[in-house]
């Protein structure tokens, strides 16, 4: 197989209806305090992980877990993940910070995230 390879999966965020809630419920869990925390996002940095909690889904009208894997460059893999059959959720972004995001689907429509730091 070809192509460039992944840093694995560092980012997993989930949808949350209840943010407050969901932030104690995480803090327990983690046995950690929020490194982010706002009224769009907390996140949480455990063990080389990062947790993050969207309000309602977020922008991108999330409903269940997403699971980011981490890429040195976004636009390569995601031409890669799409010319293997992939379909483009949601394109390229830059959230802030440096950091790029994108979604696909894969053929049984399980979202799958792109993430790059720059």
């Not at 197989?1 to 209840?18: E, N, R």
């Not at 009208?61 to 059959?85: C, F, N, Q, R």
């Not at 390229?92 to 696909?104: E, N, P």
């Amino acid at each position: 197989m070809t192509g460039s390879a992944t840093q694995g999966i560092k980012t997993v965020l989930h949808p949350v209806s209840d943010l407050a809630k969901a932030k104690e419920v995480y803090a327990a869990l983690l046995g950690a305090s929020p490194q982010t925390d706002s009224s769009y996002y907390v996140g949480f940095e455990v063990e080389g992980q990062q947790i993050g909690l969207v309000p309602g889904g977020g922008p991108q009208g999330m409903t269940s877990p997403v699971a980011y894997w981490h890429v040195p460059d976004i636009e390569v893999k995601l031409a890669e993940v799409t010319a293997a059959g992939a379909t483009v959720k949601e394109p390229v972004r830059d959230v802030g910070g440096g950091r790029l995001v994108a979604t696909v689907t894969d053929p049984d429509g399980n979202v799958l995230g792109l993430l790059q730091d720059r």
